[in-house]
């Protein structure tokens, strides 16, 4: 079982702000997989499960909020005894330009909070992500630029990039982090 994580936060209030690109990219992938999400309290996330190839995937939304997300994932790597080598993140970038899609297999949380805490929770850097680039801002501070919402120019750079991040997500399960990084990163 594979389970991918897609970061954000939750609410109509921050449903096409920059921090919730991992969300966008999971509602893509549950469209094409032919699933829907259902609120599972005890994780506190929404959860779709799906089949891949053979693999069971779980694509989860914590609803816990971007700077709490290892709580959910935590929960859920426990409860479906997922090892790390099985999680995917999908997360949203500032030193990455919009559009621009970078896979790692392991690392630091390079300051982004959502990766924080699931490295906190789990103990663990050793799990696949896939950033996405929303830029950062050219005036004012972070936090309003992460909660805001992409530009028309800005929607044009990552809106193909979102695709491209979910046919990422595919390729990294099938080839493996690697093959997805020669072929998606850049």
């Given at each position: ?54 693999e ?37 970038d ?9 896979i ?39 936090i ?43």
């Amino acid at each position: 079982m594979k389970l991918i994580v897609g970061l954000g936060n939750p609410g109509k209030k921050y449903e096409a702000t920059r921090h919730n690109m991992g969300f966008m990219v999971l509602d893509l992938l549950a469209e094409k997989l032919g699933t829907s999400f259902v609120e599972k309290k005890k994780h506190n996330a929404m959860v779709a499960s799906a089949l891949y190839k053979g693999e069971k995937l779980l694509l989860v939304k914590p609803l816990t909020f971007m700077n709490s997300s290892g709580e959910a994932v935590r929960s859920l790597c426990d409860y479906y005894d997922v090892d790390t080598s099985d999680l995917v993140v999908l997360v949203d970038d500032l030193t990455l330009e919009p559009g621009v899609i970078r896979i790692r297999p392991k690392g630091s949380s390079g300051g982004q909070n959502g990766i924080a805490s699931i490295i906190e929770h789990l103990g663990s850097k050793e799990f696949a992500r896939i950033k996405m680039g929303i830029g950062k801002p050219q005036f004012g501070d972070a936090i309003a630029h992460v909660l805001g919402h992409f530009s028309d120019e800005e929607w044009s750079e990552v809106e193909p990039a979102i695709f491209r991040a979910a046919e990422a997500v595919y390729c990294l399960l099938v080839e493996g982090t690697y093959k997805a990084m020669n072929e998606y990163n850049g």
